[in-house]
Nanobody, 120 residues
Framework: VQLQASGGGLVQPGGSLRLSCAAS????????IGWFRQAPGKGREGVSC????????LYAESVKGRFTISRDNAKNTVYLQMNRLKPEDTAVYYC??????????????WGQGTQVTVSS
């Protein structure tokens, strides 16, 4: 199982980024995919997830209305469109595969993370 997160970078407050999570080595369309983030000195928190079947999505309250998760099963890829970014969104972002939800324990396999820095 491999999950490759990409698309992070440095962006000014109010800007946008799109993260990608490319998956391989497992039946991608059988599992939910989640995005998590970890800021320095803090625990890993769930940001968003998307189900494998009906495309249902969940978002953390802190990102609702600003982030959008989507998946392309033909490309084995999940995206996280992040708009109106704030300095508090600064973190390493990870994608993971599992049963769904926003809790770390619901996911078994993790990608390596991509750094997102929101700063002027």
């Amino acid at each position: 199982v491999q999950l490759q997160a990409s698309g992070g970078g440095l962006v000014q407050p109010g800007g946008s980024l799109r993260l990608s999570c490319a998956a391989s080595g497992f039946a991608f369309d059988y599992y939910a995919i989640g995005w998590f983030r970890q800021a320095p000195g803090k625990g890993r928190e769930g940001v968003s997830c998307i189900s494998n079947t009906d495309g249902r999505t969940l978002y953390a309250e802190s990102v609702k209305g600003r982030f959008t998760i989507s998946r392309d099963n033909a490309k084995n890829t999940v995206y996280l469109q992040m708009n109106r970014l704030k300095p508090e969104d600064t973190a390493v972002y990870y994608c993971a595969t599992g049963i769904g939800g926003l809790r770390v324990g619901e996911y078994e396999y993790w990608g390596q993370g991509t750094q997102v820095t929101v700063s002027s």
